[in-house]
Structure formats: structure tokens, C-alpha cells
């Protein structure tokens, strides 16, 4: 990944963290690519990386976001909100066509004890 995709990872990873119903943001990207950044960074001591996939193919930018949502509000509002913001951030790249992929992983609070 690129210096400027990796800051656009980070860019949209902070911008979902502020999404009503998200309560945390997954890595998306591939189990091998993770744990291959995973063993990079601990040899490195690499910076912060975005948890928002994002890749660039000719002129296509390709964004992928897992989120973890909250049980109490409902789970298709809450992507399409998701959704709309790595639109609405993503798109600013002149040029590219953006396509927004957004999984999820309902978060139910524990129960009383």
C-alpha cells in the first residue's frame, strides 16, 4: 500500500470510530496480509496502519471496512451510515471510481450479574 492509501486507511478508520451504532473498527484486510503486516511492524516497529482496506486498481479504489455495531440500534441503518461516510471521504480522490464494501459483527452488551 501506498504512503497515501495507507493515510487514507487511517483517515477513514478514525472517521468510522465517530459513526452512531459503531462500536469499534475491525481490520479488514485479508488474514495473510495482517498477519504479514503483524510480523513486519513487530521487526520494524512500523507507525500506526489504518484497520480500513483500501487498494487501488487502475482507476478503481476499493474500500473494505468490518465494524463491530451496537445490538440497540438497527444493524442496516448503521452500515448504510458507514457506507456514506467511506463514500463521502474515499470519493475525494479525483478520478477513481469508488467501490465501498462494509461487513459487520453485532456487539451485544454482557449480561447482568
Do not use: H, K, N
Not at 452512531?20 to 496480509?33: I, M, N, Y
Not at 510480523?39 to 468490518?66: E, M, N, Y
Amino acid at each position: 500500500m501506498t504512503d497515501d492509501l495507507d493515510d487514507l486507511s487511517l483517515d477513514l478508520t478514525d472517521a468510522l470510530r465517530g459513526v452512531e451504532g459503531v462500536v469499534d473498527v475491525l481490520d479488514a484486510r485479508p488474514v495473510v496480509v495482517a498477519a504479514i503486516t503483524a510480523v513486519a511492524d513487530g521487526i520494524g516497529g512500523g507507525g500506526p496502519r489504518g484497520l480500513v482496506d483500501v487498494v487501488r486498481t487502475g482507476g478503481v479504489l476499493s474500500v473494505a471496512a468490518f465494524v463491530a455495531t451496537d445490538v440497540g440500534l438497527p444493524t442496516p441503518a448503521t452500515l448504510a451510515r458507514v457506507a456514506a461516510v467511506l463514500r463521502e471521504r474515499a470519493g475525494q480522490a479525483p478520478g477513481d471510481e469508488v467501490v465501498v464494501s462494509v461487513t459487520s459483527r453485532v456487539i451485544e452488551p454482557p449480561l447482568p450479574r
